[in-house]
T-cell receptor, first 115, second 112 residues
């Protein structure tokens, strides 16, 4: 069983479209994240949810809207796609404990290409 | 703010060579330090970690020691294999905070 799964793995779309990426984790973790990895492999956190509550919201255009229907799912919706949104988007999860371990479990990534 | 600086890649080595990938950090307090590895076409995986000064993290022949005096966490391996070819990310997490800050990654290629 895949611990953190994302769909779709590949997404090619036109500028101006709206698209969603879904993420599910079966690890029983409380916290989920979205990271963006650009063409130079630089990883930057976008959002973090703990038990359906938004806890990290980095400086991200409000065209990006995360939604967490339950603590096992964190979806990412992107409106009015732009060329600069082309990247690999990684979902991750972690178990929130009293002492932070910092260990994240990542999905395989969703490669978004905006034409 | 917190930041992680890694040596620029790409790094190309012959099989069985000694590997060092440098990582230094800037953070307040006592962060936890990590190395993650990303194999081609896959997500990141935790390779090793250290949570306090002088701790040594190790896994799969890789080692890194948390050096508070030099704010460093260099990754080393004595004899690399072709299967070690990947992108390696150094990261830190401030104590009590789940937000990981990653370095820019170092692409490692091992040739037979």
């Amino acid at each position: 069983d895949t611990a953190v799964s994302q769909t779709p793995k590949y997404l090619v779309t036109q500028m101006g479209n709206d698209k969603s990426i879904k993420c599910e984790q079966n690890l029983g973790h409380d916290t989920m994240y979205w990271y963006k990895q650009d063409s130079k492999k630089f990883l930057k956190i976008m959002f973090s949810y703990n038990n359906k509550e938004l806890i990290i919201n980095e400086t991200v255009p409000n065209r990006f809207s995360p939604k967490s229907p339950d603590k096992a799912h964190l979806n990412l919706h992107i409106n009015s796609l732009e060329l600069g949104d082309s990247a690999v988007y990684f979902c991750a999860s972690s178990q929130k404990t009293g002492i932070n371990t910092g260990e994240l479990f990542f999905g395989e990534g969703s490669r978004l290409t905006v034409l | 703010g917190n930041s992680v600086t890694q040596m620029e890649g790409p790094v190309t080595l012959s099989e069985e060579a000694f590997l060092t990938i440098n990582c230094t950090y800037t953070a307040t307090g006592y962060p936890s330090l990590f190395w993650y590895v990303q194999y081609p076409g896959e997500g990141l995986q935790l390779l090793l970690k250290a949570t306090k000064a002088d701790d040594k993290g190790s896994n799969k022949g890789f080692e890194a020691t948390y050096r508070k005096e030099t704010t460093s966490f260099h990754l080393e391996k004595g004899s690399v294999q072709v299967s070690d070819s990947a992108v390696y990310f150094c990261a830190l997490s401030p104590f009590g905070n789940e937000k990981l800050t990653f370095g820019t990654g170092t692409r490692l290629t091992i040739i037979p």
